[in-house]
């Protein structure tokens, strides 16, 4: 009798532990997907080294934190600054997005620890960068938070839709730097 109740327990337990890892794989094949950061476009947001959360079932919004791939398969983390159809520009360091200033509060760290002389983002109209005054359908507009150096839509251009991957959501290690991202 007591033989059959430990092969219960164990096949009980080997069964909990089946679908803990049949749940793990789908939380993290199709939920909650490991990115690493690399480079430092987004500091004081990202650091170099860091792994985020990333999530690919909600939509996309200004001001998300998106992943995305280029043609080449290089894979970048930017904010997401304009939507399809948004006119977007610079000037002297203030956001216009379809002729309304928009604050950038998640910028306020950056531009405490850069000591450097304004402007932070440098002056740009859309039609200057992509050669339309408004975003195409499906396209989006990105930056990197730490915009002095940061390789993004105003070197590459839009970003198209489908080559969204996710939007960044967590960092979760190194475990001094656990957020969510704003």
Known sequence: MKNLLTKNHLWLGVKYLL????????????????????????????????????????????????????????????????LPGDEIRYEKDQLYINGEKINESFLTNNRSHDHQVSPYTTDFQLDELIGEKQLPKNEYFVLGD???????????????????????QAVYYPLTHIKIIS
């Open 19 to 82: 679908i803990s890892l049949f749940i793990g794989v789908v939380i993290r094949g199709f939920l909650l997907i490991p990115v690493p950061v690399t480079g430092n476009s987004m500091d004081q947001t990202l650091a170099q080294g860091d792994m985020v959360l990333m999530e690919k079932f909600s939509k996309v919004k200004r001001f998300d934190v998106i992943v995305f791939q280029q043609a080449d398969g290089t894979i970048y983390i930017k904010r997401v600054i304009g």
């Open 146 to 168: 730490n915009r002095r150096i940061s390789k993004d839509s105003r070197s590459f251009g839009t970003v198209q839709s489908k080559d969204i991957l996710g939007k960044a």
